[in-house]
């Protein structure tokens, strides 16, 4: 899977880890909750940005996936991502080189409408391009987590607010 670290802050963060000591079942809940939500927005978002390319919404648009979260030690973790080893490239963009022209047959007549017979001149056209200006990158990945990064912290502070409330009831 392409991956790509990002790390949420919040003010509290302290006063969560002390609540955690204190009620692991009720903190682990709310940011499974949180991270859950998170993730999901973030491959809603991710698949709207990614280009569509021969594979249609069904290729890297349809690879693209928020994976359960999971616990660790003291640290609720979120994923979202593909296992498409094209989807960096994408993400990224390249350096000149020249690519197989192969795959480019199919983009050419998929994506650009390009007659089948032309297609193969068409894709060495792209190819020789590629080779002189590389690709440019799309950054879907890092542009919908910094399109969401502030919705994103409100859904853990909510959870931070959740998990005090849940505690003052428990009291």
């Not at 991956?3 to 009720?26: R, T």
């Not at 859950?36 to 978002?45: A, D, S, Y």
């Not at 940005?49 to 290729?59: E, K, M, N």
């Not at 979260?69 to 080189?97: C, I, M, R, W």
């Amino acid at each position: 899977m392409s991956a790509f670290d990002i790390s949420i802050e919040l003010d509290g963060v302290n006063e969560i880890i002390d609540v955690w000591k204190q009620s692991p079942k009720i903190t682990t809940e709310e940011l499974l909750r949180a991270t859950t939500e998170g993730t999901l927005l973030l491959e809603r978002e991710v698949k709207d940005l990614t280009p569509v390319g021969v594979g249609g919404a069904g290729g890297l648009r349809g690879s693209i996936a928020a994976q359960e979260p999971v616990v660790l030690g003291d640290q609720v973790l979120g994923a979202v991502g593909t296992s498409l080893n094209y989807a960096l490239p994408v993400e990224l963009g390249t350096k000149p080189h020249f690519p197989p022209v192969e795959p480019l047959i199919d983009w050419a007549h998929a994506v650009l409408g390009v007659p089948e017979s032309e297609a193969p001149g068409v894709a060495f056209l792209i190819a020789r391009k590629i080779s002189k200006k590389g690709t440019k990158g799309a950054f879907m990945f890092s542009r919908a987590f910094n399109d969401k990064r502030a919705v994103i912290e409100r859904m853990y502070e909510r959870a931070r607010d959740r998990i005090v409330a849940r505690l003052a009831d428990a009291n």
